[in-house]
């Protein structure tokens, strides 16, 4: 079973940063895609950055820019770097891992970002 633990989440001022980490445990199907994904307070959940372990990337318009996502497969773990914070940033986020050609798809328990004066 694989488990996924995020951490880094926290409260920052608009214009500040944060870093967000994922890592996985157990065994880890290739090929995969691990992501970030947000949901703030009544809205639907976003898919807000993706990096395959090829190191294809994919980000959402709203981030481009402003979020950097990175990945050590050696050490199953995804990064996300986060700059130029906006309020609208404010979410819950949550770190996926799934695959094109078999149907998995975990989720982490999520971490809190909030982005406040």
């Known amino acids: 079973q694989v488990q996924l633990v995020e951490s880094g989440g926290g409260l920052v001022q608009p214009g500040g940063s944060l870093r967000l980490s994922c890592a996985a445990s157990?065994?880890?199907?290739?090929?995969?895609?691990m992501g970030w994904y947000r949901q703030a307070p009544g809205k639907q959940r976003e898919l807000v950055a993706t990096?395959?372990?090829?190191?294809?990337?994919n980000y959402a318009d709203s981030v481009k820019g402003r979020f950097t996502i990175s990945r050590d497969n050696a050490k199953k773990t995804v990064w996300l770097q986060m700059n130029s914070l906006k309020t609208e940033d404010t979410a819950d986020y949550y770190c996926?891992?799934?695959?094109?050609?078999?149907?998995?798809?975990?989720w982490g328990q999520g971490t809190q970002v909030t982005v406040s004066s």
């Open positions: 157990g065994n880890i199907f290739t090929p995969n895609r």
């Open positions: 996926r891992l799934n695959s094109d050609l078999v149907p998995i798809d975990y």
């Open positions: 990096i395959t372990n090829f190191g294809s990337i």
